[in-house]
């Protein structure tokens, strides 16, 4: 197949992009730039697409920046919180109908270029908190892209039913470079550790029993502290 993945340059994309390289699909990927305060995970897309010596696109979609308002991502005076994705604070990184947004961008792309389909790094654990990463939406957005034009362009969202801690395990088969991935939303020099998607990060590492490459900021907690402290990190 020709798809076009929907490409952030962290653990999910990356393993995703991985995947489908292995299956054989030709791949092409695309960053959105929708001004959140972690661009720095556009850089890090670039350099592992330049690795794979696969074709990147960055869409530029700033202007909306303002339309977006009201998540910590997107709204510089919204502080980004802290501690597991579980929390209901946490529903403050959610940016209004992203997965929407992107998933419209790269179908266009992918029909310009009759591609097969667009791809999406999705899984069970980003649903209690993001509602665009259900797979009730998938599903629907499925349907949509499908009678977009004449030549059916069809969403594939293969994780939708894995765990993160599952996705690390595949990962780590495809030997993913997870030390160039990037993940923190507070977009500072190293993760910072303790938002909710580093701690999400740390947590499939410790579940997968693999060593986390991550460089963390010195402050942040070790993961046995934080399970001791009760970050809702599963021992």
């Known amino acids: 197949m020709k798809t076009v993945v929907i490409f952030s340059g962290g653990m999910d994309s990356t393993i995703l992009v991985y995947d489908l390289i292995a299956r054989g699909d030709t791949v092409k990927v695309l960053s959105v730039d929708y001004g959140q305060r972690h661009a720095k995970e556009i850089v890090c897309a670039k350099g592992i697409a330049a690795q794979l010596g696969i074709e990147h696109r960055v869409a530029d979609l700033r202007s909306i920046t303002p339309l977006l308002a009201g998540s910590s991502l997107t709204s510089a005076d919204i502080a980004v919180p802290e501690g597991h994705y579980a929390e209901d604070n946490m529903k403050a990184t959610v940016v209004p109908n992203r997965n929407m947004i992107m998933l419209a961008v790269a179908t266009g792309w992918a029909i310009s270029m009759r591609f097969d389909a ?14 665009d990463c259900r797979p009730e939406f998938a599903s629907l957005m499925d ?17 939708v039913g894995q765990t993160k801690a599952e996705l ?30 580093c701690v999400e990060r740390r947590e499939a590492f410790h579940l997968a029993g693999l060593a986390d490459p991550t460089t963390y900021d010195t402050k942040a907690p070790t993961v046995a502290m934080m399970v001791r402290d009760n970050w809702r990190i599963t021992a």
């Open 168 to 197: 690390a395990k595949r990962g780590a088969e495809l030997k993913v470079p997870f030390e160039r991935t990037w993940s923190c939303y507070k977009g500072g020099e190293f993760h910072c550790g303790v938002c909710g998607t």
């Open 118 to 131: 667009v791809a999406f790094g999705a899984h069970s654990g980003d649903h209690t908190i993001y509602p």
């Open 143 to 159: 349907s949509a892209i499908r009678l977009a034009d004449w030549n059916e362009v069809r969403l594939i969202r293969p994780f």
